[in-house]
């Protein structure tokens, strides 16, 4: 069954620390996999997208890494910030079948002061 | 420009009430969808229109109807809808439904979404 599955579900974080989000998926075969923030109530934003051939992908603080070997992947976040309180959702798309995105549950990040 | 508007950003209804929600993009993007999210999961699909044609209907309820007036508007229409419909409605847009050179999903950019609260 294709899945994607992301931990930890929530995390807390003081500002000016660094986290780590994980992604791990089951998706087959697997075409790319992005990374998306998503503040509460709001649509999500693409932060970072790689293919298969991509080992890493960088946005400003965020890097994205992927392991497509182990199907693993993680969203390292640099001097967090307040803002960066928001839901990290890991999407994979597969090729040939762009129908449907396959979401993973996301994390809850919250950054405190 | 490089954004997904969506109108209106709140709405409450009752259930025998008939309303729209609305989407519109000008990026010349020619994939467009509505997505359902309850609270803390996943964006769920509903409906995908490529080159103002339904494309991908995910068994959605007719209480839920999309319409397409052209390749830059997304409607979804609502009427006599439940209490458990209540959620963010979330309208994305990507250039197509996957790149022809690269054969890989585009990346789909996202509106603010509409909150909705069925009473």
């Known amino acids: 069954k294709n899945q994607v599955e992301q931990s930890p579900q929530s995390l807390i974080i003081l500002e000016g620390k660094n986290c780590t989000l994980q992604?791990?998926?089951?998706?087959?075969?697997?075409?790319?996999l992005r990374w998306y923030k998503q503040d509460t109530g709001r649509g999500p934003v693409s932060l970072t997208i790689m293919t298969f051939s991509e080992n890493t992908k960088s946005n400003g603080r965020y890097t994205a890494t992927l392991d497509a070997d182990t199907k693993q992947s993680s969203l390292h976040i640099t001097a967090s910030q307040l803002s960066d309180s928001a839901s990290y959702i890991c999407v994979v798309s597969r090729p040939y079948n762009t129908d449907k995105l396959i979401f993973g549950t996301g994390t809850r990040l919250q950054v405190f002061p | 420009d490089t954004e997904v508007t969506q109108t209106p950003k709140h709405l409450v209804m009752g259930m025998t009430n008939k309303k729209s929600l609305k989407c519109e993009q000008h990026?010349?993007?020619?994939?467009m969808y509505w997505y359902k999210q309850k609270a803390k999961k996943p964006p769920e699909l509903m409906f995908v229109y490529s080159y103002e044609k339904l494309s991908i209907n995910e068994s959605v309820p007719s209480r839920f109807s999309p319409e397409c007036p052209n390749s830059s508007l997304l409607n979804l229409h609502l009427h006599a809808l439940q209490p458990e419909d209540s959620a963010l409605y979330l309208c994305?847009?990507?250039?197509?439904?996957?790149?022809?050179?690269?054969?890989?999903?585009?990346?789909?950019?996202f509106g603010p979404g509409t909150r909705l609260t069925v009473l």
């Open positions: 990026m010349g993007h020619r994939a």
């Open positions: 994305a847009s990507s250039q197509d439904f996957f790149s022809q050179f690269t054969m890989v999903a585009d990346t789909q950019y």
């Open positions: 992604c791990n998926y089951t998706v087959s075969p697997f075409s790319n």
